[in-house]
């Protein structure tokens, strides 16, 4: 048994990995979709004290008390930088890192850094009247969509899990100064379909623990887990 630990985007919530969970969980594997401070149940609790290292700690407090070990853990668009933040302090714990269509920072890196179309975002927060409030993104016309979703009514459903993101989020650097952290493997799922101006950087031909890069691709738009969950579960069930 693999225990998966998928953990959302900025703006979604844990729901968004709703038609995956059942797929990991009928192959025998145990599978864990928080939803972050700050998102869906706990949106309350946003505000500008929220930020990367909140979504952090609340994966590595989640592997602590569940007591996960050999955890492949997933993280989306975002959530690269939380993952790669949280391996960094458990790294004994993880077995495997999963990038899907995900942030991929090096160490002191925001999410400006890594994507530096980001920055308008935080510049408009910053200068909004709540100071501190960044605003899903706009649906687009398709194939962009609402974050590559352009079935009506997967737009409807995925509307309801939609909120505002903590400035702080991108503005906070990552953490990735454990050695031991390079050695965990790491597995990049890049979706095909993306609107113009987020452009992802290239993979090195090497990752950090010396092994050749390995790269899969979705022939769908940013939220695979909503459009393609199966297609999705079959490359996550080869890690397994």
């Not at 505000?47 to 989640?62: A, S």
């Not at 890069?213 to 069930?237: F, K, N, Q, R, S």
Request: contains cysteine; aromatic residues 4%.
């Amino acid at each position: 048994m693999t225990t998966y630990l998928l953990v959302h985007g900025a703006w979604h919530t844990g729901q968004a990995w709703a038609r995956v969970v059942p797929l990991l969980e009928a192959a025998g594997h145990r599978v864990l979709a928080p939803t972050l401070t700050g998102y869906g149940e706990t949106v309350h609790l946003a505000g500008p004290e929220v930020g990367l290292d909140t979504h952090v700690g609340d994966v590595v407090r989640l592997i602590r008390a569940e007591g996960l070990t050999d955890v492949v853990l997933v993280g989306h668009s975002y959530a690269g930088l939380v993952i790669s933040s949280a391996a960094n302090e458990v790294p004994d714990r993880i077995a495997r890192l999963v990038y899907l269509d995900a942030m991929v920072p090096e160490h002191g890196e925001s999410a400006a850094d890594v994507l530096p179309v980001t920055q308008g975002l935080i510049d408009a927060a910053l200068a909004s009247e709540s100071g501190w409030r960044v605003p899903p993104m706009p649906e687009l016309p398709p194939p962009a969509g609402l974050f590559g979703v352009t079935d009506p009514a997967d737009v409807a459903w995925l509307r309801t899990m939609l909120s505002d993101q903590p400035v702080r989020c991108l503005q906070q650097p990552v953490r990735l100064d454990n050695p031991a952290a390079r050695r965990i493997p790491r597995t990049h799922i890049h979706c095909t379909i993306k609107p113009e101006g987020f452009e992802r950087r290239p993979v090195p031909a090497v990752q950090p623990n010396g092994t050749p890069a390995e790269v899969w691709e979705l022939p769908t738009g940013h939220d695979c887990m909503i459009t393609a969950p199966g297609e999705l579960a079959e490359l996550l069930l080869k890690l397994a």
